[in-house]
């Protein structure tokens, strides 16, 4: 049988909801399913991956230590040992952070096609879908080779489950040797057996000199990775824009710095991230990390809340494919009010609080 | 040092863009230079400002109408250009081939600046398969750089404000992101002169690129359209809130 291999992404010890979707993807593939995990002991995600039809799990860890620190250069050549050691010619992983840094480079590598921020893949066919043209366009891009590499957009294909019957049943296995996974108190009898053994981890260690041993890859050094501060004052929130289901931006009619915070106010209650458009971040107002758009992060969240964002083309290309979009605009000529699902003519210094304090009585009752 | 750019002659951001065929669009409408690699040219150029004998030249595939994005390029200071003439589009991993066989052939790279991504098409890889075409490391989305002997430091911008620095030695592949300096219009002057720069044509098919089997083809090309019915939420402002998070509740499920 076929083998796919799915680069499970990890951020603050936690899998990423975004990962299920591209699970979900990857069984249009018929083949057995490779979830690759870097750092991270997979017992504890064992059954959630296996109800999304994970077949097994390979835990790359470093020789010596158990943790192989962030490198894009040998993270990106432990999955390529990894690929060859169980002969998987079909790699999946998720067009973010990581994924950008990694993905290209094993293609480079591997000479191999990539399609970045893949929406659907029909494996048949080898194809995949994928935006151009800053998002005014779909294209079907086929790919050749004897390796074929996908990047999945986050949070646009649906996760749905297959082996539901069987989560209670992992969950039950797992409990007895992990007790840090014990999150079903109820343990119905189960008919499915390999639900009990099911998906199979299968450690992977990477040497500690084998950056040294192949002459192809060429490293590159870090020195350190700076995190943003959350106690900055350029903290607005502390959702990623990228894992959002909730983004409320804001625009030049925001007017100022200082007045992003009535947006950072209405996030918490919302759990939202906060975004701003170009003419926000020229301005010096927010760093460049919050703007949305074609020259910005691209983003797919449930709902997207514009606040005094005129709905440029530029603008568009970064939220076009969000679920719902809300705009609140004081100009009822403004682009973004037909082209969005609900708006507001309203100054969004009278609505943005007053919708804060409508949420927030909602949350505290 | 020979400072080599590659840029990407894009449709204009604003512009409309109209399907042509089964999976190319009508070119009759502006292109101009990916806005990344404004930022690749404007690092190139202060690079070479502080280093002595040094040139930037810019490179990039296409037809005549690129010779736009490659004089603006030298309106913003590359010293010269080379144009691999090449009717139809290529994928990335042909693109970075030709690239590397265009630069070879020229001279000997201290380093590449690209743009992070191009804007219409938006592969994100070209970078790396230059890189490893010349076996030179490749940063990707590089918002800061500094450089010392032989060696560079770089800001390289991971997602929602992550940034890792990292050291790498020369030669190598940069990926300019937003952020990494404030790309200037050019003066009159500049114009003028980059009237006379070279723009030298080099034929893709002299080039000599072996197709290797790997291939990304865009079989199909539709329009993207959500359709979307706006609808008005209106009453007094605390109405208005009030339905709003009723809609976020009932129909986004999201609250
Ligand atoms: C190559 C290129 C790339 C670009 N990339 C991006 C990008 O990635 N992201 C991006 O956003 N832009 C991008 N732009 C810029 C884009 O063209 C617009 O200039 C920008 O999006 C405008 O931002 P804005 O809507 O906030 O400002 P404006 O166009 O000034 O609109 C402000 C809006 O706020 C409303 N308003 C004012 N006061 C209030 C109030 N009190 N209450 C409610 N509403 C109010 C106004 O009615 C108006 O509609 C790019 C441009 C180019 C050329």
Redesign the interface.
């Known amino acids: 049988m076929e083998k796919t291999g799915i680069f499970i992404e990890i951020a603050n010890g936690r899998i990423k909801n975004a990962n299920y979707g591209m699970i979900t993807a990857a069984r249009g593939s018929n083949s057995e399913l490779y979830a690759f995990v870097i750092n991270f002991k997979a017992e504890k995600i064992k059954k959630k991956l296996y109800a999304h039809g994970i077949d097994k799990i390979i835990e790359i860890r470093a020789e010596n230590d158990f943790e192989m620190a962030w490198n894009p250069v040998s993270w990106s050549k432990a999955v390529m040992e990894a690929m060859n050691a169980f002969d998987i010619h079909i790699l999946l992983a998720l067009t973010t952070g990581i994924g950008k840094e990694l993905l290209p480079r094993i293609a480079a590598e591997l000479d191999a096609p990539l399609v970045m921020d893949c929406i659907g893949i029909d494996f048949d066919k080898k194809t995949a879908e994928t935006f151009r043209y800053s998002g005014k366009t779909i294209a079907t891009v086929k790919l050749t080779g004897m390796d074929l590499l996908f990047g999945i957009k986050p949070n646009i294909i649906d996760a749905v489950p297959v082996n539901t019957d069987s989560v209670t049943a992992v969950a039950m296995s797992s409990d007895s040797i992990d007790s840090t996974t014990r999150e079903i108190d109820a343990l119905p009898e189960t008919k499915d057996i390999s639900a009990l053994t099911k998906p199979e981890i299968i450690p992977f260690t990477i040497k500690t000199d084998f950056l040294k041993t192949t002459g192809q890859f060429k490293n590159i050094k870090l020195n350190k990775t700076v995190m943003p501060e959350t106690s900055s004052s350029d903290n607005f929130s502390n959702v990623n824009l990228m894992d959002a289901d909730i983004i409320i931006s804001g625009g030049r009619g925001m007017k100022n710095r200082e007045n992003f915070k009535i947006l950072s106010d209405c996030a918490k209650q919302l759990g939202a991230a906060v975004g701003a458009s170009r003419a926000a971040v020229d301005s010096g107002w927010v760093p460049y990390s919050m703007q949305v758009g074609q020259t910005g992060e691209k983003v797919s969240p449930k709902v997207y809340i514009a606040c005094g964002i005129a709905g440029s083309i530029q603008h568009f290309a970064g939220m076009k494919t969000s679920n719902m979009i809300i705009a609140v605009n004081i100009d009822l000529d403004a682009s973004i009010i037909a082209l969005c699902d609900y708006y507001i003519v309203m100054d969004l210094f009278e609505i943005v609080p007053l919708l804060t304090k409508v949420i927030s009585e909602i949350n505290h009752t | 040092m020979q400072i080599y750019v590659c840029v990407k002659h894009v449709?204009d951001?604003?512009a409309n863009?109209v399907?042509s065929g089964k999976?190319s669009?009508d070119k009759s409408i502006p292109f101009l230079i990916n806005?990344?690699d404004e930022h690749a040219v404007t690092e190139a150029v202060k690079l070479k400002k502080s280093l002595k004998k040094s040139e930037v030249v810019a490179v990039c595939l296409g037809t005549d109408d690129a010779e736009k994005t490659l004089r603006s390029a030298m309106e913003m200071g590359a010293d010269r250009s080379i144009l691999i003439m090449v009717a139809t589009g290529q994928?990335s991993?042909t693109t970075?081939k030709a690239l590397k066989a265009a630069i070879e052939s020229d001279g000997e790279p201290g380093i590449i600046f690209t743009g992070r991504e191009s804007?219409?098409?938006?592969?994100?890889?070209t970078?790396?398969?230059i890189?490893?075409a010349f076996?030179?490391?490749?940063?990707?989305?590089v918002v800061k750089f500094s450089i010392k002997g032989s060696k560079v430091?770089v800001?390289s911008?991971?997602?929602?404000?992550?940034?890792?620095?990292?050291?790498?030695p020369l030669p190598?592949v940069l990926a300019a992101g937003?952020?990494l300096n404030t790309p200037e219009y050019p003066t009159f002057p500049q114009i003028v002169k980059a009237r006379r720069k070279q723009i030298k044509k080099i034929d893709f098919n002299t080039l000599g690129i072996e197709k290797?089997?790997?291939?990304?083809?865009?079989?199909?090309?539709?329009?993207?359209v959500?359709k979307?019915?706006?609808?008005?939420?209106k009453g007094t402002?605390?109405v208005?809130?009030?339905k709003?998070?009723k809609?976020?509740?009932e129909?986004?499920?999201?609250?």
């Open positions: 449709p951001s604003a863009i399907i999976n669009i806005p990344y994928d991993i970075a804007i219409d098409d938006v592969g994100m890889q970078m790396f398969r890189g490893k076996g030179f490391p490749v940063a990707a989305n430091t800001e911008e991971r997602e929602g404000g992550i940034r890792d620095v990292y050291e790498l190598c937003r952020g290797i089997g790997a291939a990304m083809e865009v079989v199909e090309l539709k329009p993207f959500k979307r019915c706006p609808v008005e939420i402002p605390l208005a809130a009030e709003l998070a809609i976020l509740h129909e986004a499920k999201v609250i």
